[in-house]
Nanobody
Framework: QVQLVESGGGSVQAGGSLRLSCAAS????????LGWFRQAPGKEREGVAA????????YYADSVKGRFTISKDNAKNTLYLQMNSLKPEDTAMYYC?????????????????????WGRGTQVTVSS
């Protein structure tokens, strides 16, 4: 079991920055995949960043590449998403997720169906 709690969301103007945190407990250290997903009203959930512990690789959606950075502090059991140069289209509820199964490994976008553990989300609103 893994418990996840996000924080760090808020309202910023375009061009600003936020750092989302995801505090984890349980078998966090055994996670095969860690990811950040977002969902805007009326849109499908999107995987924006993922960290695959097996090969040490990371994934970023094209829409956030070069602006967002996913990182992990194992000592603090915390996953982060540093978001810079925010745009109004980044407005969404952001969720962190974890998977203990290798089924989550992929060369492409993370698939939410393979992530068994989810936080409740933190809202990010970017105004123009």
């Amino acid at each position: 079991q893994v418990q996840l709690v996000e924080s760090g969301g808020g309202s910023v103007q375009a061009g600003g920055s936020l750092r989302l945190s995801c505090a984890a407990s349980g078998y966090f250290y055994s996670s095969r995949c860690l990811g950040w997903f977002r969902q805007a009203p009326g849109k499908e959930r999107e995987g924006v960043a993922a960290s695959y512990t097996g090969g040490g690789s990371t994934y970023y959606a094209d829409s956030v590449k070069g602006r967002f950075t996913i990182s992990k502090d194992n000592a603090k059991n915390t996953l982060y998403l540093q978001m810079n140069s925010l745009k109004p289209e980044d407005t969404a509820m952001y969720y962190c997720a974890a998977s203990l199964s290798v089924a989550c490994y992929t060369a492409g976008p993370p698939s939410g169906q393979f992530f068994a553990y989810w936080g409740r989300g933190t809202q990010v609103t970017v105004s123009s």
